[in-house]
């Protein structure tokens, strides 16, 4: 593991309670390289959905800072992640960024690898060579509900809690038996870390994303008390006729200990789903048997955010590419046997959280051009950022395990 250098200690250790990170956590490329290790490489990432490699042989590669990583589906079925790297001498393997594939072949001295990442021919080698010892590395692979997750370290944290409660809450609408109905591809030019503060906090949605306010009834309740008032009495009578109805109810609260929250969220009076009139935009997912009129949504850390409503999915994938560079996919699932044109409309499916990408990502961007100035210096946050903050304190103790709050 890098070590950490002394004024990145410095740097660490006089971060102040309650306000944001200095202008180096966001720029510096030094910094960038060591938040990949310790953060991105030491915990669980989502990658893709089962459904972009339906048949043994199908893959697609997943990049992440300096590291490529074939996510393919073995003969056995089981989906593997192996790190793009021939044992020979380091060349990549898979230069597409998808296909199919019957073996892995070095194009550089044609050793050949099994699509479970076993070594089965290397020209030329010694007599005494064991293949059995040149298999390629390896990722931990946990596949839930149709979701996969990778895990690139040698000990992984253990992945059954989270597991448990996204199986707990995403089981109805079976997403395992979705397809992508419209997806999209942004390249943020912001630091992931901006982008993660950005995503975990609702203190800027009235003010920038009109169209979240206007299907999202919490919206707005951030800075106004009536509407507060009217939210409360809403998010009341909805949990009421959701547990008459046998809807689940209930979060999960991420604490000191764990890495993910889950949320049930009512949406507004009226609305049955996340759509522009909130009226149905595909068929019901899963085992549903009626709109709830409300939304599933998850957050893990360090930045994984999935949701879903009764009739559609929407699964982001957040990736760092480079210290001022984030990518952000977006894909839309409806039910596997929807037919486009006649059960769903692409557009219509992905209007909200496309507009809303779209707006996140200017203030995002803006955002970094702010923090990459001279004159910038950490602001305090508001009472309504205490989930940013709590991701501050997370990933500061990702980098040096002792680490505690400077009081200002």
């Known amino acids: 593991m890098e070590e950490i250098a002394p004024e990145l200690h410095t740097l660490i250790h006089r971060q102040p309670?309650?306000?944001?990170?200095?202008?180096?956590?966001y720029t510096d490329p030094a910094i960038f390289a060591i938040d990949i290790e310790?953060?991105?490489?030491?915990?669980?990432?989502?990658?893709?959905?089962?459904?972009?490699?339906?048949?043994?042989?199908?893959?697609?590669?997943?990049?992440?800072?300096?590291?490529?990583?074939?996510?393919?589906?073995g003969q056995d079925d089981d989906v593997h992640a192996?790190?793009?790297?021939?044992?020979?001498?380091?060349?990549?393997?898979c230069l597409e960024p998808s296909g199919q594939l019957k073996r892995l072949v070095c194009p550089y001295h044609a050793w050949v690898y099994a699509i479970d990442g076993a070594l089965i021919q290397a020209r030329h080698m010694p007599a005494d060579f064991d293949t059995a010892q040149f298999g390629l590395r390896r990722c931990h692979v946990r596949v839930v509900e149709g979701l996969i997750f990778i895990n690139a370290s040698e000990n992984p944290a253990d992945f059954a809690a989270i597991a448990h409660d996204l199986t707990a809450f995403f089981a109805p609408y079976q997403l395992a038996h979705t397809k992508p109905a419209h997806h999209v591809r942004h390249v943020i030019q912001a630091n992931w870390k901006l982008v993660a503060e950005n995503f975990f906090e609702c203190y800027h949605c009235g003010h920038t994303h009109p169209e979240f306010c206007t299907v999202m009834s919490y919206g707005r309740a951030v800075d106004s008390p009536r509407a507060a008032r009217e939210q409360a009495a809403f998010v009341a009578e909805?949990?009421?006729?959701?547990?008459?109805?046998?809807?689940?109810t209930g979060n999960i609260a991420i604490t000191d200990e764990t890495v993910h929250q889950i949320q049930r969220t009512p949406i507004r009076r009226g609305y049955q789903t996340q759509s522009e009139d909130g009226m149905p935009v595909a068929p019901l997912l899963g085992c549903l048997s009626a709109y709830d009129g409300a939304v599933?949504?998850?957050q893990l850390y360090p930045l994984i955010w999935l949701l879903a409503c009764s009739d559609h999915a929407m699964l982001a994938r957040f990736?760092?590419?480079?210290?001022?560079?984030?990518e952000l996919e977006l894909s839309w699932m409806v039910r596997a046997d929807a037919i486009e044109g006649i059960d769903y409309d692409p557009e219509r499916v992905?209007?909200?959280?496309?507009?809303?990408?779209?707006e996140d990502k200017t203030i995002c961007e803006n955002n970094q051009r702010g923090v990459a100035s001279y004159s910038y210096r950490p602001g305090p946050y508001s009472t309504h950022e205490s989930s940013v903050e709590h991701l501050v304190r997370w990933y500061l103790r990702q980098l040096v395990d002792d680490w505690e709050f400077v009081e200002r």
Do not use: M
């Open 17 to 25: 309670a309650g306000y944001t990170l200095e202008r180096a956590f």
């Open 319 to 326: 990736t760092p590419l480079s210290p001022t560079e984030t």
């Open 350 to 358: 992905s209007w909200l959280w496309r507009l809303t990408a779209e």
């Open 238 to 248: 909805w949990e009421a006729q959701a547990r008459h109805a046998g809807w689940r």
């Open 38 to 73: 310790r953060v991105f490489l030491r915990h669980w990432l989502y990658v893709g959905h089962v459904s972009r490699i339906p048949q043994p042989g199908d893959y697609f590669l997943y990049t992440i800072g300096n590291e490529s990583i074939v996510i393919v589906r």
């Open 296 to 298: 599933t949504a998850t």
């Open 82 to 93: 192996l790190f793009n790297v021939c044992r020979h001498r380091g060349s990549r393997i």
